[in-house]
């Protein structure tokens, strides 16, 4: 039985939390995909004159014409034919 989720009311919307939405062995395997299918990159951030390796790996995805940017780090889309540009594993579209 599917379990409702969780409603967080922020100020500009909400959020639905499903704290159990995949079992363990579901999320092992989306997890592996993804490492495997999306293209991660470490960007590195000049902070007091130093650059610094940030401790994250990153990849921007979103439709088509947009992008992200903060510190000076440019996201650009990533495109990819089938499933409207996304990898299939985050459109669950196999």
Known sequence: MQQLP??????????CYW???LSLPEADH???????EVPWRQDSI???GKVHKLPR??????????????SGIRLLKIFRSGCGG?????????
């Open 30 to 36: 989306f997890y592996q995909q993804l490492l495997e």
């Open 57 to 70: 790996l990153q990849c921007w995805y979103g439709d088509s014409g947009t992008g992200y940017s903060y």
């Open 6 to 15: 969780d409603i967080i009311d922020l100020p500009e919307g909400q959020l």
């Open 46 to 48: 000049l902070l007091y």
């Open 86 to 94: 996304w990898v299939m594993t985050l459109t669950l579209c196999w």
């Open 19 to 21: 704290p159990e939405w």
